[in-house]
Every structure is written in C-alpha cells, then in structure tokens.
C-alpha cells in the first residue's frame, strides 16, 4: 500500500503524512475515533461553524510540529530522524485520550483523570501492538527524555498544541482575534542548553499569542453559553449514571453503558486494558445518540434535560467576580423543587454553580523564556514592556451560576 498520502489541511494546505508508521498510527481505530470527537465539545452552540474535530486539531499539530523542528534544525541544532519521528509521533497522539465533547464530560465519565493520562495509556497500548516503535516518542510524551525542548514543544506554555488549537479554533469560529503567527512564531524558536527558547526579536509574536489566548479563553472557551452547555451535558450524564446505578434500563451504546455503570481510578485503567479498548470505542456519537433516546425516558429529568439541550434551550447564566453564596444557589435549589416538583437532591440536576478561570500566561516555573541578544534569559513578563503581559500572568477567575431559563428567581 501506497503510505506517501496528502491532506489538503484548510489552515497549512497539502500536509504530508512523513512516515509508514505515522499512516499506520493515523489509520489505526484509537485515532480514527478523533474524527467523532468534536474539538471544542458544545461551542458549537454560540459558534455554528466551531464543528472540527479533534481529528483536524492532531494532523495539524504533527504537520507544525515537522516545520518546528525543520526550523531548528537549520539552526544547527541536532535532531535525529528517529527523535523527528518521535517528536511528531507524541504530538500526533497528544489528545487520543480525549472522550466525547472532548474536555466537557473529564470530570464525569472518568472523574479524577484527566485526559493526558488516557493519551499516555492508549500511547502504551499502542506501543505494545507496534513492537516498541513508539519508546522513544513516550519518553518525549512524559518529559524524561534526556533532551527536554522536544517534551516542551509537546506541551507547555508555548507548544506545538497551542499554536494549532488558538490559529484552529479561530478559523472555525470565527473569531479573528485568536488568530496566531505561527510561521513568525516559528521561524523564533530556538535551542538554548537543550530548552525551547524565543530569539529576541520575536517578542511582539509572543505577545501577541499571549493577547490572542487570553481573548480566545473568553470569547469561546469559556463563552457564558457554552460553560451553560456544557453544565447542562454534566447534569445529564449524572442522571443517567445515577439511574443506571440504580439499576433502570438506560438505552445506550455498550461503549457509554461501561461508563455509565463503572467508575475507573487512573490505577484501575492502567491495569485494565480492556477498559482502555472500550473507551477507545466511544465517541460524540454514542453521547448524542443516547440523548435522542433518552428525550423519551420514563424518567422526567433525564428526558426533561435532554428534551432542553437537543431544543437548545440553554440554562440562563450569571457571570460574577464574587463568590456564588451559599444563600443564592439554595434560593435557586428551593424555586427549582416548587416550579418543577422534584426532591431537594433531585433539584440539583436543574441548576450548577462554579468558578472559570483564565490562564492565559503563568509565570514562573515553566515559562515563555526570550534568547536576549546579549545571551541573557528573561521570561516573557519581564523582557515584554507591555504591562498587559504582566497583568496577563495572574488568574481572572470568574463565578457562574446557571439554572432553567423559564424560572424567574425573583420572589
């Protein structure tokens, strides 16, 4: 079989698979599954065209990735064929542990784990069905190999991942501001005692990304409507957990049902790869699909809520800087147990209340550091004489709560 493929990718253009074992890992039904999996999980609801897949998201990556170390290697800086490969390879399968509606339902379905580690244990499991090919792109994946800018360029404050994702989920948004220069971006990185680091005169790129991921994280992550969304899905899947626990007859897939009915530790999942193979089955579809059947449930929540959600009647939101007191969200409990007839435990499927936050640059620790040309280092907040990049390195968090739009909670 011919394995030399072209993607025609509606960001970079004609993107090049670069090896037989890449195909063989594309074409495997772990990463096949990305294309189910919708990359920004329910924004799709504020934004119409916000559709594309984690799928697009992971050639993407792997595309930028080659160019990321084809730029350095014109630095000198040394890279093997077998550390390309593996650098590509980690960045390839970064998000494979990704469920349905990507981050929406990490505390639900699998909760406690997050999904690096389910990328790390499908990594393994796909290690063992290629014969150990993939050693070297795990030790790059889990930051102990030896040359730490290639586990930087996977993951951290300015990775492979984020200059994909921000330049992505602009195009498809809409949302022009969250538009990146990568190939400027790019052509700036550098190799300085084996970690990543921004020549000078790329300072205002990397503003610029900074400006462009913290605008993106308001507009479209954590967009008020699709946090509501995205409360509502959580409140849905714990519905039905709970009635499947109980024992009531839930129709869904075997994929979900495994995870409706069992919770797993991070322990667990390591030890039992038959779980790995069943949540390498489960995608959006299984999720949507049950949703249109439950809309029929005998039970009134569950058919209530997913009734709202398919109808797009999203909970009504408050966004607010303070604290959510305990009094309001009680007040909200009690109008939801008279308007809709339900127990005190019962009315919490109706309503949520939590905290978001944006990160858009954190400093210390792993940081954005800048190459001066006078072979100093200076992280991004102190090189930058912009004092929105150093305002930018502190934590806006933002309160929420939500509750069904046809409830007034005036008395």
């Not at 626990?245 to 409706?260: N, Y």
Request: charged letters at 25%.
């Amino acid at each position: 079989m011919n394995k030399n493929k072209i993607i025609n990718d509606p960001l970079y253009g004609f993107v090049s698979i670069p090896s037989a074992l890449i195909f063989d890992l594309i074409s495997h039904p772990f990463f096949q599954r990305l294309r189910f999996i919708k990359q920004l999980g329910v924004s799709d609801f504020v934004y119409p065209g916000a559709v594309h897949s984690r799928f697009h998201h992971a050639l993407g990556a792997m595309h930028l990735m080659g160019r990321a170390l084809e730029s350095l290697q014109k630095k000198k800086i040394k890279i093997s064929k077998e550390e390309f490969e593996a650098a590509q390879i980690a960045i390839l399968l970064h998000d494979i542990g990704h469920g349905p509606l990507s981050h929406s339902l990490e505390e639900t379905l699998l909760p406690g784990i997050k999904h690096e580690s389910i990328s790390y244990l499908f990594m393994k499991l796909l290690n063992k069905n290629f014969n150990g090919e993939l050693e070297l792109a795990l030790k790059i994946f889990r930051n102990s190999y030896n040359r730490k800018f290639f586990h930087q360029l996977v993951s951290s404050q300015l990775d492979i991942d984020r200059l994909d994702y921000l330049n992505r989920d602009s195009f498809f948004t809409g949302v022009m501001e969250g538009t990146v220069g990568v190939d400027r971006i790019i052509a700036m990185l550098n190799v300085h005692e084996d970690h990543l680091v921004v020549e000078e005169k790329g300072i205002f790129s990397i503003e610029s990304f900074l400006h462009a991921r913290r605008l993106m994280y308001w507009q479209v992550y954590l967009h008020k409507t699709a946090v509501s969304a995205e409360r509502m899905m959580v409140n849905i899947v714990k519905r039905a957990q709970y009635l499947a626990s109980a024992g009531e007859k839930i129709p869904a897939s075997d994929s979900l049902l495994f995870f409706l009915k069992g919770k797993y530790s991070a322990n667990e999942l390591a030890h039992q790869p038959d779980a790995i193979e069943v949540f390498g089955r489960l995608d959006d579809n299984d999720l949507w699909g049950a949703i249109k059947l439950w809309r029929n449930h005998s039970d009134s929540i569950l058919s209530d809520l997913c009734e709202k959600i398919l109808c797009r009647e999203i909970f009504q939101i408050q966004l607010t800087q303070s604290p959510i007191k305990k009094t309001e969200a009680e007040k909200v409990r009690q109008i939801i147990q008279r308007e809709y007839g339900v127990l005190q435990k019962e009315a919490s499927y109706y309503f949520s209340h939590g905290a978001v936050s944006n990160e858009a640059y954190v400093s210390g620790g792993e940081s954005i550091n800048i190459l001066m040309k006078n072979g100093k280092l200076l992280d991004i907040a102190q090189a930058s004489d912009l004092p929105t990049i150093q305002a930018m390195s502190k934590i806006v968090k933002k309160n929420y709560l939500c509750w069904p739009k046809n409830l007034s909670l005036q008395d």
